[in-house]
């Protein structure tokens, strides 16, 4: 599994916490306004965010949002973590909607063009996977990717109050983010499983129980509505 949102995937390196290719080791000054980034960010009502509410690295488990969503925190010492909940819809068979749910943390790197490298720490990235229609319908496993954010903005939301923008390498924008924590929630700021292999995974148990409930409420109303029997 890849992330299909950015191009720049790369394995454990035996340097966490720097790109792999080299290419953005050395750091630009911090941007006058870089303070401002500082916190917990998140999209929507705040139902994804980074912490230890989100994901738990050591036992490869996931605590399921009640709503799909981003978020990002960033430390003043050069650290982010970042939380993601999706679902990818399947045009030839809309049983088979999949989830992906994923995070990682790390340090985040300003370029003197003012975009931003965000280089995980190899280890303790996880991404699970739930497919219904697949055989093996839960994946978890370890998940790295080193990350450009080509800029980033902020502005004033009249209602919501400061909106974060982050543009990826193409320029396209992620979900505005707004702010619900300063400092930032986030895990400790360090390599939390040092022995785990790059790509290792963990099959969860084929049960109710380890399927996202959103997941399995949506996969049921789209097989409803197509007179379809799930998979689940």
Do not use: K
Not at 91 to 104: A, D, K, L
Not at 148 to 164: A, C, E, F, V
């Amino acid at each position: 599994m890849f992330r299909i949102l950015l191009p720049l995937l790369v394995a454990s390196s035996g340097v966490w916490g720097q790109a792999a290719s080299g290419n953005y080791a050395d750091c630009g000054d911090l941007a006058p306004n870089q303070a401002d980034l500082v916190g917990t960010w998140a999209s929507g009502t705040g139902a994804v965010q980074t912490g230890p509410n989100f994901v738990n690295p050591l036992n490869f488990s996931f605590s399921y949002p009640q709503t799909t969503g981003i978020s990002y925190s960033f430390t003043t010492d050069g650290f982010f973590e970042e939380a993601w909940y999706r679902f990818n819809s399947n045009g030839s068979n809309p049983n088979c909607i999949q989830g992906v749910i994923q995070w990682q943390h790390g340090t985040y790197c300003p370029l003197a063009n003012g975009s931003i490298v965000l280089n995980p720490f190899a280890p303790d990235g996880r991404q699970q996977v739930q497919d219904p229609c697949s055989p093996v319908s839960n994946i978890i496993q370890q998940f790295n990717a080193t990350t450009l954010l080509n800029t980033w903005q902020l502005n004033n939301d009249p209602q919501w109050g400061t909106q974060l923008l982050l543009f990826q390498f193409d320029d396209s924008p992620l979900s505005p983010m707004y702010q619900f924590a300063n400092p930032p929630v986030m895990l400790p700021t360090q390599v939390l499983t040092p022995n785990v292999t790059n790509g290792q995974q963990l099959n969860a148990a084929r049960s109710t129980a380890s399927i996202s409930p959103m997941l399995t409420i949506l996969v049921g109303v789209v097989a409803g509505g197509l007179g379809l029997a799930t998979c689940l």
